[in-house]
């Protein structure tokens, strides 16, 4: 069994210090931010979920370069991400002292504004079985099942662009959670067409070993043969790599992956990463070779954002450097209309021209991430070109489930 000693980097195990909304008055004093943008981030994250650890303060964040700083706003709340007329209120709910009922009907109502679930992901994608609506699971493709395992509904961070944020505000109306681990099991029984299963959330990787092999080891039995890959959507990589390299359980979740593998079943972890700053410490490094080392592949993806990643040039670095490390870049997203997207959005003429800059920018082998993509009730829609008919200009736009184009 590989070791993390077995590598050019050793780590003594580090202990995870989380920090919500509650410590932004201590971190404001700890690394010099001044006072009103503390208010500003009290602000934001009395509606949108914020949680960030010592990993990404210490190491990945350059606060000499505060509030510009990619990952700063990758972790952390900006006034801009709330349209002025819900900042101004909840600032005046807090200033004012409202009620603890008024300030709460406020926010509530804020987040119902702000498409908690886009594309009908709760009306459209929750399956049935004998009848009954199947709760943590989607099936919005054909060959692949989408599972939420409730003890995989956080992470280690939160990002603040997160289309998922209503997953971590608390309210269970609107979070997706399996309550029983024998669902996922279930449903593919009657459902032999399924190959792919991607375990995802929040984010699995938060889960101790023992309780990921108690989702995923009945799937690989004989009677689940039909299921081929599975797949692990984590941020882990960025947020947390210790969890493959000094955790308490990291050499039993490198044995569980040896053993996924050897069961004859695809492991791949799709990875999310934004920037090419969350690659630049030893540690990811060392976590994306032990993963590789047992036997999982590593796909990348992550939507484009602007103040985060809205340049060629961050884009042709982050994938040449992926490739280098042994990644596969996957996907380039649009991003949602959910959330903080009015901050977040490019245009998708934008979006295509800095797509297709980045990639001729790098070689062959990493020309493998597709985009800009959407999420959309089709499936998956790639923007593939824009044409011109009768001097009008239109985008041609890809169904990836179909396999055809039409020009909308």
């Known amino acids: ?19 919500t909304s509650r410590d932004l008055d201590d971190l404001g004093k700890l690394k010099g931010i001044d006072d009103k943008l503390i208010f500003e981030m009290k602000v934001v994250s009395e509606v949108l979920p914020f949680r960030v650890n010592n990993y990404v303060i210490d190491q990945l964040i350059n606060w000499d370069n505060v509030p510009n700083d990619p990952i700063f706003q990758l972790t952390f709340p900006q006034k801009g991400m709330l349209k002025d007329i819900y900042f101004d209120q909840v600032a005046k709910s807090i200033t004012e002292c409202w009620s603890k009922e008024q300030h709460k009907e406020l926010i509530r109502n804020i987040r119902l504004e702000l498409n908690p679930h886009p594309a009908g992901q709760l009306e459209k994608n929750i399956p049935t079985l004998n009848g009954q609506e199947v709760q943590g699971i989607q099936h ?18 939160y990002c603040s662009f997160c289309f998922r944020w209503a997953q971590f505000i608390g309210d269970t109306d609107l979070r997706m959670a399996a309550r029983e681990s024998d669902q996922l ?12 299963i991607l375990i995802t959330g929040g984010d699995p990787m938060v889960m101790k070993t023992k309780k990921l092999r108690a989702y995923i080891e009945p799937l690989l039995a004989e009677e689940f043969s039909h299921i081929r890959t599975i797949r692990v959507g984590t941020k882990a ?20 992956f040896r053993e ?15 920037h090419w700053q969350e690659l630049s ?8 070779k032990r993963v590789l080392n047992a036997g999982a592949v590593i796909r990348s993806q992550g939507p484009l954002l602007r103040n985060i990643n809205d340049s060629p040039e961050i884009w042709s670095r982050l994938w040449q450097e992926q490739v280098e490390l042994g990644i596969i870049p996957y996907y380039m997203f649009v991003e949602r209309d959910t959330g903080a997207c009015n901050y977040f959005e490019v245009p998708l003429f934008k979006a295509w021209k800095i797509y297709q800059s980045a990639i001729q920018k790098v070689s062959g082998v990493a020309r493998t991430a597709r985009g800009p993509s959407m999420s959309a009730d089709p499936g998956k829609v790639e923007i593939q070109g824009i044409i011109e008919i009768e001097r009008e200009k239109y985008f041609v736009l890809r169904e990836g489930l179909k396999k055809t184009s039409r020009i909308w």
């Open 1 to 19: 069994m590989l070791m993390a000693k077995d590598f050019v980097y050793e780590y003594e195990k580090e202990k995870m210090t989380v920090y």
């Open 140 to 157: 919005k493709y054909t060959n692949t099942v989408l599972f939420f395992p409730s003890s995989g509904q956080t992470c280690h961070s």
């Open 185 to 196: 099991q279930q449903y593919l029984r009657s459902h032999p067409e399924v190959t792919d």
């Open 237 to 256: 990589l960025s947020f947390w790599p210790q969890r493959f390299v000094s955790d308490d359980d990291s050499d039993e979740l490198m044995e569980f």
């Open 260 to 274: 996924i593998k050897a069961s004859g079943k695809h492991l791949a972890l799709m990875a999310h990463y934004n």
């Open 281 to 288: 410490t030893d540690i990811s490094h060392s976590a994306i």
